[in-house]
């Protein structure tokens, strides 16, 4: 039996992201079986700030896959400890920019707030993805599930 063909995973990281930050990124991915790519942006010179800290894109259905499937092992608790651990300046009143996982080929996104909760975690593993198609999917709290509100409207 063959192994499963590697996830590319391009890693976009902002240049706030400390290079310690960016390896426990590369080492979660390539324990859960993908190939990182790294890029990091330069420092911007325009008025608004990036929205989100870290974009990895890969192909997502795949990944939640890998991550279901390796729920119980190390390499996900690394990547929830990556994803947890990256320092996020910012001004107090401010939310920290979160981390976003982007699908290249349908351009779908999920938006990984700073302050996730396990559950959140939990119930990615569990989205079908094949039900949004504008997104950004946001973790709901009050819900306890994923939802994207322009998909949501989109229905009505």
Not at 57 to 85: C, I, N, V, W
């Given at each position: 039996?063959?192994?499963?063909?590697?996830?590319?995973?391009?890693?976009?990281?902002?240049?706030?992201?400390?290079?310690?930050?960016?390896?426990l990124?590369?080492?979660?991915?390539?324990?859960?079986?993908?190939?990182?790519?790294?890029?990091?942006?330069?420092?911007?010179?325009?008025?608004?700030?990036?929205?989100?800290?870290?974009?990895i894109?890969?192909?997502?259905?795949?990944?939640?896959?890998?991550?279901?499937?390796?729920?119980?092992?190390?390499?996900?608790?690394?990547?929830?400890?990556?994803?947890?651990?990256?320092?996020?300046?910012?001004?107090?009143?401010?939310?920290?920019?979160?981390?976003?996982?982007?699908?290249?080929?349908?351009?779908?996104?999920?938006?990984?707030?700073h302050?996730?909760?396990?559950?959140?975690?939990?119930?990615?593993?569990?989205?079908?993805?094949s039900?949004?198609?504008?997104?950004?999917?946001?973790?709901?709290?009050?819900?306890?599930?994923?939802?994207?509100?322009?998909?949501?409207?989109?229905?009505?």
């Amino acid at each position: 039996m063959t192994e499963p063909e590697s996830l590319r995973a391009d890693l976009i990281v902002s240049h706030q992201v400390a290079r310690d930050e960016e390896e426990l990124l590369t080492t979660a991915l390539s324990a859960l079986g993908a190939t990182p790519s790294v890029r990091v942006l330069p420092p911007r010179r325009v008025a608004e700030p990036l929205t989100w800290l870290v974009l990895i894109a890969l192909p997502l259905q795949g990944f939640l896959k890998t991550l279901a499937d390796k729920a119980a092992e190390d390499g996900y608790r690394q990547l929830q400890k990556a994803f947890r651990s990256l320092r996020r300046p910012t001004a107090a009143a401010v939310p920290p920019p979160p981390v976003v996982l982007q699908d290249p080929a349908t351009g779908l996104r999920i938006i990984l707030d700073h302050d996730l909760p396990d559950e959140g975690y939990q119930e990615l593993l569990a989205v079908d993805l094949s039900q949004y198609h504008l997104g950004p999917l946001h973790y709901d709290r009050a819900q306890g599930r994923w939802r994207s509100a322009p998909d949501e409207a989109q229905l009505r």
